[in-house]
């Protein structure tokens, strides 16, 4: 009797890396089963068996995307000891990542689901969760520069924190619609003007 071949070996990792891009690219809801399987070049069964369902697979999807891309945005946010200084890094590596054309437009955490609400799916708590860790992490940096001196004591950390995430939210939409590297660097610019200006203004 024909020995029957063994299987070809399934690179778990680069089917991830796979469908990271696609759901990157197209969002959770708009990124068909089909579209998966094809892009990840296995069959229904042995993506169920390697991932569980559709939904862990885009959790694990947005844990790579965390562990890989942009890292070098929040790297620079702690790295740079003056808050002007890491503030302008931290939105200048977001517009130059924004806008690499190696990659999807925009940022993953922002984009990949439809925003929350009654009938939204759980996914979209998966990228909230993410968004909020990357709020209190500009938080803890502005608070890092009130403990320093370099911000007054009464400043506003949570307010400047939901300022600055919220540009960089706007920065991946804009760069979804097509802007160019050279617009979002100057919205990167402006928004280091704003907090030169904060900080001198409580000088």
Not at 74 to 99: H, K, Q
Not at 102 to 112: D, E, S, Y
Not at 154 to 181: E, P
Request: glycine residues 6%; hydrophobic residues 40%.
């Amino acid at each position: 009797m024909e020995r029957r071949g063994r299987p070809r070996a399934f690179d778990r990792d680069a089917a991830l890396q796979r469908a990271m891009e696609l759901f990157w690219e197209n969002g959770f809801e708009e990124t068909s089963m089909t579209d998966l399987t094809d892009a990840m070049g296995i069959a229904s069964p042995s993506l169920y068996a390697a991932f569980g369902s559709k939904e862990a697979l885009f959790r694990e999807a947005v844990d790579r995307y965390k562990g890989c891309v942009g890292t070098e945005i929040w790297e620079a946010l702690d790295r740079e000891p003056d808050i002007v200084d890491a503030i302008g890094a931290f939105l200048m590596n977001t517009a130059r990542s924004y806008s690499d054309e190696a990659t999807p437009r925009g940022c993953m955490i922002v984009l990949g689901a439809r925003s929350a609400g009654p009938s939204s799916h759980p996914v979209c708590d998966t990228l909230k969760r993410h968004r909020a860790m990357n709020l209190d992490q500009l938080r803890r940096r502005f608070e890092r520069a009130v403990a320093d001196r370099q911000l007054p004591t009464q400043f506003d950390c949570a307010a400047a924190a939901a300022f600055y995430a919220s540009l960089q939210h706007g920065m991946s939409i804009v760069a979804r619609d097509g802007a160019d590297a050279a617009t979002l660097e100057s919205i990167a610019i402006a928004g280091r003007r704003s907090c030169a200006a904060s900080r001198d203004a409580g000088a």
